[in-house]
């Protein structure tokens, strides 16, 4: 009988913990982040994520004949503290953001 506490009180901290944490793919490719790609302007701020808590900011977009590029600055909350990170979305003609 133990045991199953044990595990049942295990499984409900683990998932305790994943619940306050956004995984790269959630904040790198979030719908608000990539709609704002192809239709915002540079200086452009943005919300997005649970309650829209985080933040982005498009700051410089290049250009060259083969590919547009975005630089973004991202702020959002993880594990109760926030975080800011630069990335960099890039595509082709036609092409979608990597």
Same mark, same amino acid.
């Given at each position: 009988?133990?045991?199953?506490?044990?595990?049942?009180?295990?499984?409900?901290?683990?998932?305790?913990?994943? +619940? !306050?944490?956004?995984?790269?793919?959630?904040?790198?490719?979030?719908?608000?982040?990539?709609? /704002?790609? $192809? =239709? @915002?302007?540079?200086?452009?701020? +943005? !919300?997005?994520?649970?309650?829209?808590?985080?933040?982005?900011?498009?700051?410089?977009?290049? /250009?060259? $004949? =083969? @590919?547009?590029?975005?630089?973004?600055?991202?702020?959002?909350?993880?594990?109760?503290?926030?975080?800011?990170?630069?990335?960099?979305?890039?595509?082709?003609?036609?092409?979608?953001?990597?």
């Amino acid at each position: 009988m133990k045991k199953y506490f044990f595990i049942l009180f295990l499984s409900l901290i683990l998932s305790g913990c994943s +619940g !306050n944490t956004l995984s790269k793919k959630f904040v790198e490719y979030d719908p608000s982040i990539i709609k /704002a790609l $192809d =239709t @915002k302007k540079d200086n452009y701020v +943005g !919300n997005f994520g649970q309650n829209f808590i985080n933040k982005f900011q498009i700051k410089k977009t290049l /250009a060259s $004949d =083969t @590919k547009l590029c975005r630089i973004v600055v991202i702020d959002y909350k993880k594990s109760n503290s926030f975080k800011r990170k630069t990335e960099t979305y890039c595509k082709t003609k036609g092409g979608s953001w990597k």
